[in-house]
């Protein structure tokens, strides 16, 4: 369904019930990244799903992932979700949600922050920043071989093909300059300091065998979170919902109920 608050477009999905969970998906990816997880994670929550925006038919935002982050606190108020309401978030999503969270903390209860980092080293930012580029020239058809090797490890691309084109016809349908935009936000983007004031109850989550936001940025971030939570999902690369489904869906589910 189409959401506006403010003039702005949220293409956002509802399903289940129970305490209110919002999932924020990844940069290569849009809402249905979750299509694998959400129906058990929907027995006891009540899921919205979101196309960020500038993915689906949410309307764009930007330069700055403080843009989004103050884009998506619309969405809930918009909602009229309650300040209980949790929040899981993966890659792209989870630096959206951790801006959200220090700057809109009031809206949000726990904090799921999975295969996501507080910066990237310079490395990465030059990566991002070329892939911007290659969207930008030739569209998105020229980034799927780095966008697959970015989410996956080549055993699992070798050994899930049709996974590999379901993958890619996501990303061939994502806008090229909404798509660059985000890469560029990524690729300024430094909120360690920032996230020394969240108090939430937060879970950082990572693949083992993530190479995009590896383990190192994962526990740099935890500790910047207070307090917050650190887990490795073993055999898994930097798309554990797709990975590693079970595993991902049991982490979340420990975390929340614990918690």
């Known amino acids: 369904m189409i959401v506006t608050a403010n003039n702005v477009a949220f293409d956002v999905e509802q399903t289940g019930h129970g305490r209110d969970?919002?999932?924020?998906h990844s940069l290569l990816t849009d809402r249905s990244v979750f299509d694998g997880v959400s129906p058990t994670l929907a027995r006891r929550r009540r899921l919205t799903l979101v196309n960020l925006p500038g993915f689906g038919q949410s309307s764009p935002a930007g330069p700055?992932?403080?843009d989004y982050a103050d884009r998506v606190a619309l969405?809930?108020?918009?909602?009229a979700l309650p300040a209980s309401t949790d929040l899981v978030a993966l890659s792209f999503g989870g630096f959206v949600a951790s801006a959200l969270t220090a700057r809109h903390g009031r809206l949000i209860g726990r904090l799921v922050l999975?295969?996501?980092?507080a910066a990237f080293p310079e490395p990465s930012k030059a990566a991002l920043r070329a892939?911007?580029?290659?969207a930008l020239a030739g569209g998105m058809t020229a980034v799927i071989d780095t966008a697959l090797r970015r989410m996956f490890s080549e055993a699992f691309i070798a050994a899930r093909p049709e996974l590999m084109r379901a993958v890619a016809a996501i990303l061939v349908r994502a806008n090229p300059e909404h798509f660059a935009t985000a890469c560029r936000a990524l690729a300024d983007l430094d909120l360690r300091e920032v996230l020394r004031v969240v108090r939430h109850r937060t879970l950082v989550l990572v693949g083992a065998l993530d190479t995009t936001t590896p383990p190192?940025?994962?526990n740099e971030l935890a500790g910047c979170i207070d307090g917050a939570g650190y887990l490795e999902i073993p055999a898994c690369a930097h798309c554990p919902p797709l990975e590693r489904p079970a595993e991902f869906v049991a982490?979340?589910?420990?975390?929340l109920d614990e918690a």
Do not use: P, W
């Open 21 to 24: 969970l919002v999932l924020f």
């Open 75 to 79: 969405l809930f108020s918009a909602l």
């Open 114 to 117: 999975a295969d996501t980092a």
């Open 216 to 218: 190192f940025l994962a």
């Open 131 to 134: 892939m911007a580029d290659r």
């Open 64 to 66: 700055r992932i403080e």
């Open 251 to 255: 982490a979340i589910e420990r975390f």
